[in-house]
């Protein structure tokens, strides 16, 4: 090996690190429109949760076919047992998030989902013997410390369902970084479709299947291909590139945008907890990116 190969390597990890954060944060910016389209959807969750599975699961489904030049049964053979585990974390969390906010509040939801990256961290070192640095360890407190400076005005809200409900989302989504991140071979296009169509088959015996009206449809496809297809093929394709905490930390930024875009399209103010909450959790993503990308251009290739 070459002098010359050290720094070509080191660049290339870098740049897919890079790539990997900037991918799990456009999934996050992407998500965070949920809990605005979820109000703005006047239908039962369960009929919601249906129709926005079923449509993300046929556009998942054309991006899959479109990915793998038409082998699309011998891609979804390839999966495994692993895809469906993945495609079970994803629906898993979906539908407790969905459903959830019918019993308590999206503060509270956001708030024990923001445990999904000790959840995350945890089971990566066992299962994977991932390290987890001092310092994501310590900014992941600083944003479950904002995520509940955000919350603690609604929590007493919330009731046993709807905790309940909460922590089944952050489980599911804890289980589906790691899952991710241990099968690296896994083909994302079709895994998550696989998740859209679990998701849909939960819903199914609960939902009302006659055609949503004119103004829900148009919400329902908007929630279904650009707020969960999109977000799904965006955070599956950087999770793989960066540490299972790491990935979990910066989602934390969907639980920041949600009220943002609710003030813009609905006027809602967020209140001063949120705002004070938000500064903390942005801060502490923001230090913790800066720290790492000065950490990684600090490092110095020696020669064989």
Not at 207 to 219: G, K, M, N, Q, V
Not at 231 to 247: K, S
Not at 248 to 259: F, K, R
Not at 289 to 301: F, G, K, Q
Request: net charge positive; aromatic share 10%.
């Amino acid at each position: 090996m070459t002098t010359l190969d050290h720094p070509l390597s080191a660049s290339g990890a870098t740049a897919q690190h890079r790539r990997g954060l900037l991918l799990v944060a456009g999934a996050a910016i992407v998500w965070s429109a949920g809990g605005l389209l979820a109000r703005m959807i006047e239908t039962d969750p369960w009929t919601k949760l249906f129709w926005r599975s079923l449509f993300a699961f046929f556009f998942l489904l054309a991006y899959a076919w479109y990915r793998n030049r038409g082998r699309l049964v011998a891609t979804f053979r390839e999966l495994g047992w692993p895809g469906v585990v993945l495609g079970l974390c994803f629906a898993t969390a979906s539908t407790a998030f969905i459903v959830g906010l019918s019993y308590t509040t999206v503060a509270n939801i956001m708030f024990v989902q923001a445990g999904a990256p000790f959840i995350a961290g945890l089971l990566g070192w066992l299962i994977m013997r991932e390290r987890v640095r001092l310092r994501s360890w310590i900014a992941s407190g600083a944003a479950l410390a904002g995520i509940g400076v955000i919350s603690r005005g609604s929590l007493e809200a919330g009731n046993v369902v709807g905790d309940l409900l909460a922590i089944t989302c952050a489980l599911g989504f804890a289980g589906a970084i790691v899952t991710t991140r241990r099968h690296k071979h896994l083909r994302m296009a079709p895994a998550t479709c696989l998740a859209t169509l679990f998701t849909a088959l939960f819903a199914l015996p609960f939902a009302h299947l006659a055609a949503p009206d004119t103004s829900d449809f148009f919400y329902l496809v908007l929630f279904g291909v650009g707020q969960m297809g999109i977000g799904l093929i965006l955070f599956t394709g950087g999770v793989r590139l960066v540490p299972a905490a790491e990935a979990g930390l910066m989602s934390i930024l969907e639980a920041i945008l949600s009220p943002l875009w609710v003030w813009l399209a609905l006027s809602e103010t967020p209140s001063e907890d949120t705002l004070i909450g938000g500064a903390i959790v942005l801060g502490a993503i923001v230090v913790h990116t800066l720290i790492d990308w000065r950490a990684e251009r600090t490092v110095v290739p020696t020669p064989d």
